[in-house]
Each structure stands twice: as C-alpha cells, then as structure tokens.
C-alpha cells in the first residue's frame, strides 16, 4: 500500500506547532514557517515563483536576496555566512536559484552568482556581487534597520 503523505512539513500557526501534509503531486511554492523570538525567519525563504518573490519583499525591515546557483563554488561558500548573518541579525534571508529563475535573475539584472540584493521595507538598497564577509552584510543590515 502506497502511504498517503509523501511530506510532512511543521507549520506554526496560532502559536502552536502543527503538522502539513503533502500529497506525492503537491508542490510547496513558499514554506516560511519557524520563526525565531525576533519574529525573523530562521530558515531561508525558497523563492520558486515571482509571487514568492514579492511575499518575501513585503517583509518588514531587512531581506537578503541571494540569487545563487547549485553549481557555483563562491555561492556554496556564501550560504553558511547568509544562514549566519540571519539568525544574528533582523534580516530575513530569501534564496533565488538562477538556473530555476531565470527570468527573476534576468529581471534584476543579475549577471554573476552570487549576487546579493538587499531590500529594506521592499525597496532595494544596496547590490552586492561576490563573495562578502559576515561582519560586512551584519554592518549594511544594521545601517537599514
């Protein structure tokens, strides 16, 4: 027998911790579920689709935009620092795979990987391409805050 949820994903919702299932077909677009004390989010949001995007634009205060891609050896070395510099920080960090995305990546001129936007309350910022030091994005976040 064939078991009914191929994914089980923790939701939080009314202040409680709740189970989501997913059928085999399904595919989650946004998951944004755990949320630290700061009320940021602790795990990167996926953006899959241009709503996404958006949804993840109208979050207060500071949001990264890293528009990286699987293959791209400085973007692999980037993550740990982005993970770490938005659970330190009040950022939210947004993740845009560019071979998926190509039309977002392209809409933002996105050129090399990885390439870090920086929105705060939805207007971009500052642009950054490369490799960047944890203290130098934990300093840019604090001067948009």
Avoid at 103 to 127: C, M, W, Y
């Amino acid at each position: 027998m064939t078991p009914r949820h191929s994914a089980c994903f923790l939701q939080i919702r009314d202040n409680a911790l709740r189970p989501v299932f997913a059928d085999s077909g399904a595919t989650f677009l946004f998951i944004r579920e755990i949320h630290d004390d700061m009320g940021t989010a602790t795990e990167p949001i996926v953006i899959e689709t241009r709503q996404d995007f958006e949804t993840a634009l109208d979050e207060k205060g500071v949001v990264l935009v890293d528009f990286y891609a699987d293959w791209c050896g400085p973007c692999k070395r980037m993550n740990p620092v982005l993970e770490e510099v938005a659970e330190e920080t009040a950022a939210t960090l947004a993740k845009v795979d560019v071979d998926s995305q190509q039309e977002l990546a392209q809409e933002h001129e996105v050129r090399s990987v990885p390439t870090i936007k920086i929105f705060a309350d939805g207007n971009e910022v500052e642009r950054l391409v490369g490799v960047q030091k944890k203290e130098q994005l934990a300093e840019i976040i604090k001067k948009y805050n």
